[in-house]
């Protein structure tokens, strides 16, 4: 039959609520089938990894501490049966690690076993204290707390009678053969023990004792039924007193019978050995009599209150109620009631109470050897009361620490640390093959064998050192917990945490939790932000450094032009009769001029950029026309340095652009300049303009390579030369001037039109730069208006247009500027284009002399910073004046005021457009002809 069982098709059981297993023999038995919802329960990822696991040994999967509690219970509930069902509750481990508590229903058919299981903790944490009690009332020999009694005092069988079947027998059915006990249900060992009955008193009084009177009786509230009889024998006539104690499986509701009996000896030696017996576990003890009304005997070790007349019960009522710590008994009658009710009730015949901080345990039970008597013990417990309530302190405490760092923690373990001693809590599934080291509980050995397989060398240091069992005694007895981070053989960071698990904090903990945790991704972030902050600090100390040397470089650099405009003028003025050495000087003057203006340029250009207040610029620009400025402006400069300076065009096909002109004029002159500063004469600076095509309409691709054959720069320096105010060598080693923040600008500005920069260089051999621009490519349009343009620009500059002949002669322009200089400088520069000039020290000034003759001025030049009134003001009160010509006449900001934001006050302020100072001469000439002409 078990055959045909084994081959069933298992498979329908998926259908069926909660997890399923089907297994074939006890112990190290065959699994026939698994449920998914089984798997689930289990927390198992497949059916294979559950074979691999308990397919061995299915008790595996039981908490060890219910282990014998569950075995013991299948097997007894199974014990000569060939079909049956019982319920239990216990715990699991899952796949995991994790602790579950599941309740099941297991049936038996041969030795073909189902268990059905569902996660149910409720049911379990309501029933454990009754089934801790259930347990122990199957399998102590010592029943219902009576452990005063004779040792040979003993059970010898067990049934379910509600099943009318046999779970345990003891030596003293021995007589029967094995095929009998298979079938010695209740029923038939109560006949068979009437049948030994010769006295008809002694058989009625048995038969009152049958198993549904028994059931009657313990549903009436009786769980102890004492009876003693004398039983005819082979052996002859033995007097026997025999205890029925009966209880609840909290499991599956059926009611258990234990039968414990002991030879009948008489009645003094009984009361004499009990007397003795309970003297020795309680501190004090009270024997009533409640059919004669009288207190036995008082054994009061601790309390001698009681005296010989109170051993009457009326008389001694009171203290009575005070040693058992009732408070709601007002009479006799309700004590004798009180004790009979306790004492027939399994979980009513113990309890404690408290009385003025001190804590006492009372039992009551029946005196075995005479009715109506019984016995009420009275002990102490109040050091055991606070001993308990500190271990569930520290319990709870401990529970709390292991959830918390089972939630975080892949591995947790526990260390008793005088004992040196490991268990698991957790542990990771890569891990378990140290299971075995671990489970053997030598904690230094686990650890040896976790820093081998789990630890890279460099690390195994630290962590050895912070898991001595010293040195964790020494630390958590200053800290709750500590922890640190070591890197794993596969390359991953871990944080090992560190936990005493001791509520007490005095002295050296006993206990600890260490948990493991991945720290992987969280630590590199860490040590990522760490090197960054490392790099930004160094970065700052490199730019302070600059800093510090650009100061130092520009309070030489700014002083050597300055000293040459301060000496070259005071030694002009020396020889104001000598024509040709003043001009000369002149000439100097004007160099030094220009090359303090670069430099404070370079510095207000940065500031500029580095604010992002640099704003673009976009116009019409010829490529042949700037190359032919380039060319030039560099072939002359480079000439006087005897470096021979080259431009060259490659497949420019379309020769107008619109771009910030001053922005690529900026990057490439400030590149060439280098290029001709940094070549020894008879050396070579080459400037390349190539054109590409991007494949986008309206763009074209521009490279500028600009070459030499000078001094070069070293590989280390390249990797900064972007930096602001880096310098290779200082001016006083090179002869050669500047603040360090030329290639800083280039670079921005680069960026900010979107191209691209790249620099190769060799010490000793030259330098070649390469600025990529993409630039859209001008309509015919702005192309002629372009040629236009260049053309005005060429005749005030001296040139040629063919546009035809543009002059400002005869222009009207109010100037208005309060600083004499100023207006002097301007004055002679606006004649020289033969332009009448009307002064104006002032913005309220300015007001009055246009107001007198509004039509007189073809285009006013108007200071911002200046007494009285300044020039934002003065134009908003021009243009609100009731003449015609304020709305329309042109005004011009002319100011030190260099920045985009100034740009931007004075065209919201009603002004036409801005210059800046010092003032360059070509800008000024083309924005009064754009506005007059």
């Known amino acids: 039959m078990t055959d045909d069982i084994t081959k069933m098709d298992w498979s329908a059981l998926e259908y069926i609520s909660g997890g399923i297993i089907v ?43 219910d282990r014998a509690y569950v075995g013991n219970v299948i097997k007894k509930s199974f014990l000569n049966q060939t079909y049956t069902y019982i319920r239990i509750a216990f715990r699991i481990y899952t796949f995991t690690g994790k602790i579950k508590t599941i309740e099941t229903f297991i049936t038996r058919r041969d030795d073909i076993y189902v268990v059905a299981a569902v996660d149910d903790a409720h049911t379990y944490v309501a029933t454990e204290d009754r089934q801790l ?150 501190d004090s003890v009270i024997l009533i009599d409640i059919e004669a009304d009288s207190i036995l005997f008082v054994d009061n070790k601790k309390d001698k209150s009681i005296k010989k007349n109170q051993y009457d019960l009326n008389q001694s009522f009171d203290f009575i109620c005070q040693k058992m710590g009732t408070r709601d008994i007002n009479s006799k009658d309700d004590l004798v009631k009180f004790l009979k009710e306790r004492s027939s009730s399994t979980d009513k015949f113990r309890w404690e109470y408290e009385n003025n901080g001190k804590y006492y345990v009372v039992t009551v039970a029946p005196a075995f050897y005479r009715d109506n008597v019984y016995s009420v013990g009275i002990k102490d417990i109040t050091q055991q009361i606070i001993e308990r309530a500190a271990r569930e302190k520290e319990d709870y405490r401990n529970k709390t620490i292991m959830a918390a760092l089972a939630s975080e923690y892949v591995s947790v373990f526990e260390v008793d640390l005088p004992e040196h001693h490991i268990s698991v809590l957790k542990i990771y599934e890569q891990s378990k093959g140290l299971l075995d080291i671990i489970n053997k509980g030598n904690y230094e050995n686990a650890r040896d064998a976790m820093m081998k397989w789990g630890v890279v060398p460099e690390d195994i240091p630290e962590f050895k050192e912070k898991t001595e069992v010293d040195y964790m005694k020494a630390r958590l007895q200053k800290e709750d917990s500590y922890s640190f981070i070591y890197k794993s053989q596969n390359e991953r960071y871990v944080e090992l945490k560190i936990v005493r698990a001791d509520e007490v904090k005095e002295g050296e903990p006993k206990h600890v939790i260490i948990g493991y945790a991945d720290r992987d991704a969280s630590h590199r972030e860490k040590m990522a932000k760490q090197e960054e902050l490392i790099h930004a600090l160094e970065q700052a100390k490199s730019a302070n450094a600059a800093k510090t040397n650009f100061l130092s470089n520009m309070s030489h650099d700014i002083r050597t032009p300055m000293n040459a405009i301060i000496g070259f003028t005071d030694i002009a003025l020396k020889h104001n009769d000598d024509i040709e050495t003043m001009r000369d000087y002149l000439k100097k003057i004007s160099l030094a001029s220009d090359q303090l203006l670069s430099l404070i340029n370079d510095v207000l250009d940065m500031s500029k950029i580095e604010s992002g207040k640099w704003e673009l610029q976009e116009e019409a620009v010829s490529i042949e026309s700037s190359k032919d400025n380039y060319e030039s402006i560099f072939t002359s400069s480079a000439g006087k340095k005897g470096v021979k300076f080259t431009v060259e065009t490659i497949n420019i096909q379309h020769n107008t652009v619109i771009c910030d002109r001053k922005c690529i004029d900026r990057i490439l002159m400030n590149i060439i300049s280098n290029s001709i500063k940094f070549t020894e004469e008879g050396g070579h600076v080459s400037l390349t303009i190539k054109e590409e095509d991007t494949h986008e309409a309206g763009t074209m691709l521009y490279t500028f390579t600009i070459k030499d054959n000078g001094i070069g720069m070293s590989e280390e320096f390249l990797k900064k030369i972007f930096s602001p105010f880096e310098r290779e060598r200082t001016s006083t080693a090179s002869h050669q001037q500047g603040t360090g923040l030329g290639m800083a600008i280039v ?36 192309v002629k208006e372009n040629a236009s343009k260049q053309g005005a620009e060429a005749l005030l500059t001296g040139g040629n247009a063919s546009s035809g002949a543009m002059t400002l002669e005869g222009k009207r322009i109010l100037l208005v500027d309060d600083m004499d200089i100023n207006r002097e400088i301007a004055t002679v520069i606006l004649k020289e284009q033969k332009i009448v000039v009307t002064p104006a020290e002032d913005g309220q000034q300015a007001i009055e002399i246009f107001k007198d003759n509004p039509a007189g001025f073809d285009a006013i030049l108007m200071d911002v910073q200046m007494p009285v009134m300044d020039g934002y003001d003065a134009t908003r009160e021009i243009r609100k004046l009731d003449i015609p010509e304020a709305k329309t006449v042109p005004i011009v900001a002319m100011t030190a005021n260099a920045f985009a934001e100034d740009r931007a006050r004075a065209i919201e302020s009603g002004m036409n457009d801005h210059i800046s100072k010092p003032i360059d001469v070509s800008q000024l000439f083309r924005i009064l002809m754009k506005y007059t002409l």
Request: proline share 3%.
């Open 23 to 65: 297994y074939q023999g006890a112990g190290k038995s065959n699994i026939l089938f698994v449920s998914s919802r089984m798997l689930s329960i289990l927390e198992c990822p497949s059916e294979e990894a559950f074979r691999e696991k308990y397919g061995k040994n299915l008790a595996d999967a039981t908490y060890p501490e």
């Open 133 to 282: 009690a259930f347990r122990h009332f199957i399998e102590d020999g010592e029943s219902n707390g009576l452990s005063y009694m004779d040792p040979e005092y003993k059970a010898y069988a067990v049934w379910n009678l509600t099943k009318n079947l046999p779970c345990t027998v003891a030596e003293g059915l021995s007589y029967l053969t094995s095929d009998q006990l298979r079938t010695y249900t209740y029923d038939v060992h109560c006949n068979f023990l009437i049948s030994l009955l010769k006295k008809d008193e002694n058989r009625m009084k048995a038969m009152g004792y049958g198993r549904e009177n028994l059931i009657k009786m313990y549903k009436n509230g009786v769980s102890i039924a004492p009876i003693e009889l004398s039983y005819q024998l082979k052996g002859g006539w033995i007097n026997v007193r025999t205890d029925f104690y009966m209880m609840e499986d909290p499991n599956s509701g059926d009611i258990f019978l234990k039968i414990q009996n002991r030879n009948f000896i008489n009645q003094n030696a009984y009361e004499k050995l009990f007397e003795n017996s309970v003297k020795e576990i309680y």
């Open 747 to 782: 670079k921005n500005l680069v960026e900010r039109i979107n191209g691209q920069i790249h620099i190769e260089s060799k010490q000793g051999e030259g330098t070649t730069t390469t600025v990529i621009l993409p630039l859209k490519v001008a309509d015919e349009e702005l």
